[in-house]
């Protein structure tokens, strides 16, 4: 596993730690399921926009990849990319709908690029305030506060 965060941005977000975390962990664990061999890499990058800050969490891996009509399935609850991939892998498809679903919520988007054989890409987008000073100070807030936990 490859972890590429990059350089620079706020340090501390305001935003439910818990829930970009379930969008994270819901992402790599189909990543690694996915991928018998080979790598998964995780890519962070941030963004000032309007007031906010646009994180985007990469998921790519090199796993058995999926095609179009694959895809367009993924997000729908109890759907998967077909009957033998939950067979041969598990689960009952909600995590990609429960993960599209957190991603809007904070203002954001999920997207999939893949390609049968070649693996998969899954970015999320989060619009989420960064930390005032006074709350990166200690104060409390009216949400979660996040700390960039990437050295």
Do not use: C, H, W
């Not at 993960?99 to 987008?125: D, K």
């Not at 949400?143 to 050295?151: Q, Y």
């Amino acid at each position: 596993m490859v972890v590429e965060p990059a350089p620079g941005g706020p340090d501390l977000l305001l935003g439910d730690a818990v829930r970009v975390r379930q969008i994270l962990l819901n992402l790599l664990g189909n990543a690694v399921k996915f991928t018998e061999a080979g790598e998964v890499r995780i890519a962070a990058t941030t963004r000032a926009e309007a007031g906010q800050v646009a994180v985007t969490l990469t998921v790519t891996d090199t796993g058995i990849g999926m095609t179009e009509t694959a895809m367009a399935r993924l997000f729908r609850p109890f759907a998967q990319a077909d009957s033998s991939t939950t067979r041969r892998y598990g689960g009952f498809g909600l995590g990609l709908s429960i993960t599209r679903r957190l991603a809007e919520l904070m203002g954001g988007s999920v997207t999939v690029e893949s390609a049968p054989g070649r693996g998969s890409r899954f970015t999320a987008t989060l619009r989420l305030p960064a930390a005032t000073e006074a709350i990166a100070a200690g104060k409390p807030a009216p949400t979660t506060t996040m700390a960039r936990s990437f050295p």
